[in-house]
């Protein structure tokens, strides 16, 4: 099956700080990724859509001046959260899918962001 | 914007009850999408549905789209303590590609 990986797993920062976050689609190619947001116990909240070789298209009111978005490979996107603050936190995940006619997309295993 | 709801957010059953969350979304649908998602887990893929009144069945689960394609429902028969989790629904506006939609979702709590 479709495995796509996420890097780190759990971070914890300083306000201010910028982290990086990184999803790999491991046995396919993706030209497109997906990066969510989750809050406790609340659904998946689209943030943005990478495209690789071109921009992200970002959801209406993420800024994508904070939530950097690169698509550098058919396997790999990064997000970039900058100068990160308390209500930054939450469960960041990406999800890629193979292209194939069903569509079905397949999900990373999530970064935990918690920002002091 | 496009919402999707779900109801119920919640529901707690005996292990062998059976259990339906229904979906509705503001906007007719492409087609229609479910995930489960465990306790600290990822979502997981469940099922696509694309046809107007389409059913599908994987074992226990049972999976309906509406005839107007804007929504869904999810039922599980005899249910089991595996079922545990949080099941969404996801929706994708027809022309918008892959671009999934996601339900409130429902939390399905199974005891014995």
């Known amino acids: 099956g479709a495995v796509v990986s996420q890097h780190p797993s759990r971070v914890i920062c300083k306000s201010g700080t910028s982290v990086k976050i990184e999803c790999r689609s491991l046995?396919?190619?993706?030209?497109?990724m997906f990066w969510y947001r989750q809050f406790p116990k609340q659904s998946l909240m689209l943030m943005a859509t990478?495209?690789?070789?071109?921009?992200?298209?970002?959801e209406q009111g993420v800024e994508k001046d904070k939530f950097l978005i690169n698509h550098a490979s058919l396997t790999l996107s990064t997000l970039t959260v900058t100068s990160a603050h308390p209500e930054d936190s939450s469960f960041y995940i990406c999800?890629?899918?193979?292209?194939?006619?069903?569509?079905?997309?397949?999900f990373g295993p999530g970064t935990r962001l918690t920002v002091t | 914007g496009q919402q999707v709801m779900q109801i119920p957010q919640y529901q707690h059953v005996q292990e062998g009850e059976d259990f339906t969350t229904y979906c509705n979304s503001s906007?007719?649908?492409?087609?229609i999408q479910w995930y489960k998602q465990r306790p600290g887990g990822h979502p997981v893929f469940l099922i696509q549905?694309?046809?107007?009144?389409e059913v599908k069945k994987q074992k226990r689960l049972t999976f309906q789209f509406g005839e107007a394609k804007k929504n869904s429902s999810l039922h599980i028969t005899a249910t089991q303590t595996t079922d545990v989790g949080t099941y969404f629904c996801?929706?994708?506006?027809?022309?918008?590609?892959?671009?999934?939609?996601f339900g409130t979702g429902t939390r399905l709590q199974v005891t014995l």
């Open positions: 996801a929706g994708a506006l027809v022309g918008t590609a892959s671009k999934l939609t």
């Open positions: 999800s890629a899918s193979p292209g194939r006619e069903l569509g079905e997309q397949y």
């Open positions: 990478s495209n690789e070789g071109s921009k992200a298209t970002y």
């Open positions: 906007t007719t649908l492409s087609n």
């Open positions: 046995d396919f190619q993706a030209t497109t």
């Open positions: 549905l694309v046809k107007s009144g």
